[in-house]
């Protein structure tokens, strides 16, 4: 996807001489907020630090391998289809919230993307911190009204005859897309083919295709 025009009809200041980023209104209301708790012993400061190592610890690989054992085990796929959320808890993945997650499958017939027109909301358990395009307002806005262009953009063609889906994830619904498993790829194993599954594989921008693994080797 293309980046947003940014050009300004001022000079910018030298690096040595640019003033610090100011924290803006979110990080201040976290900051805020977050001392308040730990003030009033709602919440401890080890258990915060706690969580955003969770956080942290989180990437698309963990995503990746969920997706390679519901290709090769039809039982987990349906499990997973038919809750995400408890699919992926048997996978041994923690979930730090109350947010539900629905797998939305990919078919010869139906392609999805997953967008959050309002902020950022994103299946962090499964995939880690989002990609910043996922965040800005171009993608956010567009992909709604033209899923089909914002795909383009990112090199994924889909057929006339193939119907885009797109789903707005929420404070309480996260989306994660069960990519179809390429063709020529009847003998791999589990690890070879979470090696074809990238983060934009899982929100549904590309599709999963062999020449992943040889571009990550």
């Known amino acids: 996807m293309a980046e947003p025009d940014r050009h300004h009809d001022h000079d910018h200041p030298h690096a040595e001489t640019a003033s610090p980023a100011r924290p803006g209104y979110y990080e201040i209301m976290e900051t805020a907020v977050r001392e308040l708790l730990v003030e009033r012993k709602l919440i401890g400061a080890d258990e915060i630090r706690h969580q955003i190592e969770v956080i942290d610890s989180r990437t698309p690989a963990l995503g990746a391998k969920i997706v390679a054992r519901a290709w090769v085990d039809p039982a987990f796929r349906a499990r997973l289809l038919a809750d995400g959320r408890a699919a992926c808890e048997e996978f041994g993945v923690t979930f730090y919230d109350d947010t539900d997650l629905i797998v939305l ?19 962090r358990p499964v995939l880690g911190l989002p990609p910043d395009w996922y965040k800005l307002k171009p993608y956010r806005a567009r992909a709604v009204v033209e899923p089909r262009a914002v795909l383009a953009e990112f090199g994924t063609a889909i057929p006339d005859d193939v119907e885009v889906r797109v789903s707005d994830s929420t404070a309480a619904v996260r989306y994660l897309v069960l990519p179809m498993r390429p063709k020529g790829t009847e003998n791999y194993g589990e690890e070879e083919l979470a090696a074809l599954v990238t983060r934009d594989t899982m929100i549904g921008v590309t599709p999963a295709r062999v020449e992943a693994r040889r571009t990550a080797q």
């Open 105 to 123: 499958e990919n078919t010869e017939k139906v392609h999805n993307l997953i967008v959050c027109t309002l902020c950022s909301c994103y299946p």
